[in-house]
């Protein structure tokens, strides 16, 4: 019999990264959401600064959130640590939060400090303000990525783009 996977909770997880001061880009389908997309998505995916503060940051929010690997075989040692963040570059966890995807250089892009030149800062929830990556960055790693349903988010992101761009500036 398998696990019974977490709940879902992308709030949850946004707050303890930020609770521990991780820098950090929301990508994937919590962006596309916040755009308008329809799309519905079961994880949360960042793209995180793979500085070493902030890895040590990352690596501590991690562990609030009981993260794991996902798809691991059972008993794979693998130490949770700054250094471990540094020497890879996307992770799969599993978390109380649910699943979280860390990436430190997305398909497409050239990781957080690309990301952050056109990232825009909105509230999610309350207490909940976080970085989220622009349209054109997030068609640019769909893109980029190519599978089937990445390609499929494209056509809903063009149009939103397109959309967005038909609105009258607002002053």
Do not use: Q
Not at 16 to 41: H, K, N
Not at 62 to 69: E, Y
């Amino acid at each position: 019999m398998s696990p019974v996977p977490a709940t879902f909770d992308a709030f949850l997880a946004l707050r303890v990264l930020l609770e521990r001061g991780v820098r950090f880009v929301v990508i994937g389908g919590v962006a596309g959401r916040a755009w308008g997309s329809p799309s519905l998505t079961n994880d949360l995916d960042i793209c995180y600064d793979r500085a070493p503060d902030n890895c040590e940051s990352l690596a501590r929010a991690l562990k609030g959130l009981n993260a794991t690997l996902r798809g691991a075989p059972p008993g794979l040692p693998f130490l949770l640590d700054a250094k471990s963040l540094r020497m890879g570059d996307s992770f799969t966890f599993e978390t109380s939060a649910g699943a979280l995807d860390c990436l430190g250089t997305p398909s497409g892009t050239n990781g957080y400090a690309d990301l952050m030149k056109s990232a825009t800062h909105v509230e999610l929830a309350d207490d909940v303000r976080v970085a989220i990556a622009s349209i054109d960055d997030l068609l640019r790693m769909k893109r980029a990525a190519g599978r089937p349903k990445d390609l499929i988010e494209v056509e809903i992101l063009s149009a939103l783009k397109e959309e967005r761009e038909k609105m009258p500036e607002v002053e």
